[in-house]
């Protein structure tokens, strides 16, 4: 089978998050299996890339320039911003491939909608796994999403594509049940695939990161941010200490701006200890390769998930295949997988007195510690390792093209999926014109400062545009000129049937897109409208 797997991240260029390490197991595990793989994914660079690895073609593509001329769009919805311009870098090098060689079937993550183009076109069959919906972070006030316009219309994205994608895929039924109630699809339509873990890699044999010097070590991986729950885990520590003094931490994460004060989490995290007196007993570690976790994991004697929420998190899986014990949260899919006084220690959120309390429950009793590694070491290799998880993949696959087959007639958007690049482009410029209307005629501010960026880029247009303004002011805007005036009116249009296309970006985008034909009668069409309008410059 031909598979295409898109998503935003995918590593090493674009960061070893939990969708883009899924995303780098499923390949692997995919073309073990035999099947042909190809992954489309976001550039870290400025240029577009086309790379194969292990049997494995990444397309690398450039997005960071992308719409810069729709400076409203950005400006007014700037995750939209984000979200539209990364989504058509990825279908745009889809359709060039497709065109090749055609896809049996494409993986896309539902996370900032990635796959929307795809639901609304249907040119190949549609599998969308479910991570983490953005309305999950509305629902929670996470990383400081609120419900405003520009994050509700992402979430808005993300359901069309869910609702009409060929085959849903979730890897826990915590999740399966919050989509069906955010969306509206059934939960049978929900398939629960529990997120595979190359079982090889990550095992209890093998080269060690550290040594314990002694005493026993708590393992923490995630980002320092809020929804990761390191701020419970800090909090926590003391308490640990008082009950085990050798204890240590190690937290392998990058820092960010979320702390309590706004400013660095690190910073707020290092006070916390300092306080405490605990600051010797927490060593942090900003970032390691996916190749050296192992090495971590093993090294620790229990391993720690304290999220506010998390679906499946992949620190999760990973501590149980090299047979650790978890202590992780109820808030999300980790109880599904760190099964409670079986393979780990479940406790509710946002409280440090329990999550100290199951810490030490493992720290001071090594043969229960023990117990739980071995049964999540089984667990991993029985249900999470790749090769099972391929054939399981392989089976849906097949699903969604028979279901694919059955609805293929009746896309919602029917103009083809190459005319949706233009169409898309078309609605986005002319978002960007009407704000530039509205600011124009509402906001004195703002029509001195584009009048400025107008005298420093084109001094001549703008003094032709001025003279041409204040006589069809005076005089009216229907009234007959002087030759003179009609002479500077006709070189002005000239002028921005190129300019004010280019001021929407709308050229300059079609060129970056390839969409070259269509920009001309674009142009014409939006200086007609503003000539019928009354001649305004």
Not at 355 to 372: G, M, P, R, S
Request: net charge neutral.
């Amino acid at each position: 089978m031909r598979i295409c797997l898109i998503s935003r991240e995918y590593p090493p260029d674009t960061g070893w998050g939990g969708v883009g390490a899924y995303n780098h197991y499923l390949a692997q595990a995919l073309k073990a299996a035999g099947h042909e793989v190809e992954v489309i994914a976001l550039s870290g660079t400025d240029e577009s890339s086309c790379q194969t690895g292990d049997g494995i073609t990444v397309h690398r593509v450039a997005w960071k320039h992308l719409l810069e001329e729709l400076n409203l769009f950005l400006v007014s919805v700037p995750t939209c911003h984000y979200v539209i311009k990364t989504t058509l870098a990825l279908w745009k090098r889809f359709l060039e491939i497709q065109s090749e060689r055609p896809f049996d079937v494409v993986e896309i993550p539902e996370h900032l909608s990635a796959g929307i183009f795809h639901a609304l076109t249907r040119p190949v069959p549609l599998v969308i796994t479910l991570h983490t919906p953005h309305s999950r972070f509305i629902h929670d006030c996470f990383h400081g999403v609120t419900p405003s316009f520009d994050n509700r219309l992402i979430c808005i994205m993300e359901r069309v594509g869910i609702n009409l994608a060929d085959l849903l895929i979730s890897p826990s039924e915590n999740l399966a049940r919050f989509v069906t109630e955010d969306t509206g699809c059934s939960i049978e339509s929900i398939n629960v695939i529990r997120t595979p873990i190359d079982t090889q890699k990550f095992s209890p044999e093998g080269r060690r990161a550290f040594d314990s010097e002694g005493g026993p070590t708590v393992f923490f991986a995630g980002r320092l941010e809020e929804r990761k729950g390191i701020q419970i885990l800090i909090e926590a520590v003391p308490s640990i200490v008082k009950r085990v003094p050798d204890v240590q931490f190690v937290c392998v994460g990058a820092d960010t701006s979320t702390a309590p004060d706004g400013g660095s989490m690190l910073h707020w995290l290092n006070r916390k200890l300092s306080d405490s007196g605990c600051t010797s007993k927490v060593k942090f570690i900003p970032h390691i390769p996916l190749s050296q976790m192992p090495d971590y994991i093993r090294s620790a004697d229990i391993c720690v998930v304290p999220s506010l929420y998390d679906n499946a998190p992949l620190t999760c899986i990973e501590a149980l295949a090299c047979g650790k014990p978890v202590v992780a949260t109820s808030a999300g899919g980790m109880s599904e997988y760190a099964i409670h006084a079986e393979r780990g220690l479940i406790v509710p959120p946002r409280s440090p007195e329990e999550l100290a309390e199951a810490i030490c429950t493992l720290l001071l009793d090594n043969k229960l510690c023990l117990q739980y590694g071995n049964n999540a070491r089984q667990f991993a290799q029985e249900q999470l390792n790749l090769a099972t998880k391929a054939n399981e993949r392989a089976l849906l696959y097949q699903k969604a093209r028979d279901n694919f087959q059955q609805k293929k007639a009746d896309p919602v958007y029917r103009r083809g999926s190459e005319r949706s690049l233009r169409d898309s482009l078309e609605i986005l410029c002319a978002y960007e014109q009407m704000l530039f209307e509205t600011l124009s005629k509402q906001s004195l501010d703002f029509r001195m400062r584009h009048w400025f960026r107008l005298l420093k880029k084109r001094p001549r247009l703008c003094a032709a545009s001025l003279v041409v303004a204040v006589y069809r002011r005076v005089f009216g805007a229907h009234s007959i000129a002087p030759p003179l005036i009609d002479k500077l009116e006709a070189q002005i249009e000239l002028q921005k049937k190129g300019h004010f296309s280019q001021t929407l970006g709308f050229a300059q985008l079609a060129e970056q897109l390839g969409l070259i034909s269509g920009v001309k009668n674009h142009s014409d069409r939006v200086v007609e409208d503003r000539t019928a309008a009354g001649r305004k410059i």
